[in-house]
């Protein structure tokens, strides 16, 4: 078996325990980790001279740095040991690292709140998946809620981890997960946070900049396998991408309005203020609790297809070179 045959079937193997098993809470999580080392330094940095805004690229080094470097000698150790551990703990820190089961999960449990016309614990369901307000929303802003957060963590959760665990293993994955932790913890902008997790910020919208867009194209593949708007999500894409806030998060989710056919965006509640945000979609139907099943399937074929994609470009490129 070659490397990279190896490497396929390694992050092969991780996306079925995923879709198996979920996630991992029986073993230590790698993100606890990440996000118990982040605060450690940053309480560290925080008692120097340097600024806030030096301190935090200190701590995004830091932190992603040893992430990565603590995979990888995790890895190559149990492979010294014997090549099957070696095989065992990638995979292992390939699984820890996406969320496919996990997301469908959460959403498919508002739609099935939904369905039962059990409203208070839809919102309580989906206050689990989103940052918004969520003890006004009725059903259609709930299952609105619900289908952007899986639109939008395809990305995070799904197919950012398998672009950089396809070019750079195992290492390449917690490293993006150790980017996306430090942008959940610091990337805010309150008043303790505004300069020390720019950085962070910032370096999260790199990481996910080229994954958000090449999602797109999946999404549109994984429509056509759904049945799905193919070319409304293009349209979408085109029309609304750029006016979201997130310089990534309007494309997974223009491309979810136009492969359902919905409208997202608009009115949401952050903690009490309310914001108007652009819609985005070609059509301008509701979200239902169906639609939030919709997404889920959209999301897992996409998953598939992004995957066998970025494995299939790899083996070309490897040929050329």
């Known amino acids: 078996m070659n490397d990279m045959s190896q490497a396929e079937y390694l992050l092969v193997a991780a996306l079925l325990l995923d879709l198996l098993f979920g996630d991992p ?29 030096i301190a935090g690229v200190f701590c995004v080094a830091s932190v992603v740095g040893v992430s990565a470097g603590t995979a990888w000698l995790v890895s190559a150790a149990a492979a010294k040991l014997h090549p099957l551990a070696g095989m065992a703990v990638s995979v292992l820190l390939l699984y820890t690292t996406l969320a496919v089961k996990d997301l469908g999960d959460h ?8 369905e039962k016309g059990d409203a208070g614990l839809a919102r309580r369901r989906v206050s689990m998946m989103v940052g918004r307000d969520t003890e006004n929303l009725d059903q259609g802003g709930i299952a ?16 950012a981890p398998l672009f950089y ?58 429509s056509i396998v759904r049945k799905s708007r193919f070319f409304d ?29 919905v409208a997202l965006g ?13 819609t985005l979609g070609i059509r301008r139907d509701s979200c239902r609790p169906e639609t939030i099943q919709r997404s889920v ?5 996409t998953t598939v297809v992004f995957l066998a994609a970025g494995i299939l470009m790899k083996f070309l490129v490897m040929q050329l070179l």
């Open 25 to 53: 809470r029986w073993m230590p999580h790698p993100v606890k980790g990440i996000g118990w080392f982040a605060f450690a330094v940053e309480k560290y940095l925080r008692r120097s001279s340097l600024t806030p805004v």
């Open 144 to 159: 609105l809620a619900a289908v952007e957060s899986v639109a939008e963590n395809t990305v995070d959760g799904v197919t």
């Open 266 to 278: 608009g009115k949401r509640s952050y903690g009490g203020v309310l914001h108007e945000t652009h």
């Open 297 to 301: 399937d959209l999301m897992r074929s």
């Open 165 to 222: 665990a396809i070019l750079f293993g195992p290492a390449g994955a917690v490293a993006y997960k150790a980017v996306n932790t430090l942008d959940s913890l610091f990337g805010h902008l309150d008043d303790r946070y505004r300069e020390f997790g720019r950085a962070s910020a910032k370096l999260d919208d790199l990481a996910n900049w080229l994954p958000a867009r090449l999602t797109v194209f999946a999404i549109a593949l994984a």
């Open 107 to 114: 959403a498919l449990a508002v739609k099935r709140a939904l």
């Open 233 to 261: 999500i293009f349209k979408a894409v085109q029309r609304g991408a750029k006016l979201h806030a997130s310089p990534n998060a309007g494309y997974p989710e223009a491309a979810f309005a136009g492969a359902l056919g």
